[in-house]
């Protein structure tokens, strides 16, 4: 007859319990509380971009068609609508390009630009404290000149070298070209503020 080996049995402590009982529950409220953080930062994340691609999108300036008011590399927030008021800068579909730019008059008004590159709308000259420089710039149209209807006229601050409503090629923005009113600029966070 063999004999069995006898293996001591060791009775874990009260201490060892109480320590292991704590563990598991720990490790357990830890995968749910990681779980929901998780869950949490996913619906944030497509809530944001839910609202930055229908009501608010980012955008970020390229070229000097708006110098001094905004600067290559701005990144800034816009608000989309087609509600716009005299100034309001206003970021629009031309082809494939976004184009930012500032409403000077609406459907059916008169423009007219002398050759100084005073901008008249409807017989009266517009105060434009946001440019630096007068300039006609390039022009193809004949002033007076009538916006047609369901359009809008927009010119850039930087007179002398934008290319905008003046222009044939940009011409007067449909509603259905339009991405809406820049309302506010997120970077650099010096300049961080509202626009107008």
Sequence with gaps: MKSKKSVPETMP???????????VKYRGRFGRVLRSTIGTLVVVAAISVLVATIWMPV???????????????DI????????????DLVCFYVGNKLLVKRYIAGPGQ?????????VYVDGELLDEPYIVEKSRGET???????????RIFVLGDHRATSVDSRST??????????????????WPLKSFGSLK
């Design 59 to 73: 955008l970020q300036i390229y070229g000097s068609s708006m110098v001094p008011t905004l600067e290559e590399g």
């Design 140 to 150: 193809d149209l004949d002033y007076p000149y009538q916006v047609p209807e369901s």
């Design 76 to 87: 800034v927030v816009s608000v989309k609508g087609t509600d716009f008021e005299p100034g």
């Design 13 to 23: 402590t009260l201490d060892q319990l109480e320590g292991e009982l704590r563990r």
């Design 110 to 118: 008169w423009i007219d630009i002398d050759e100084t590159g005073n």
């Design 169 to 186: 090629s940009v011409g007067c923005v449909a509603d259905e070209q339009v991405v809406g009113k820049i309302v506010f600029r997120v």
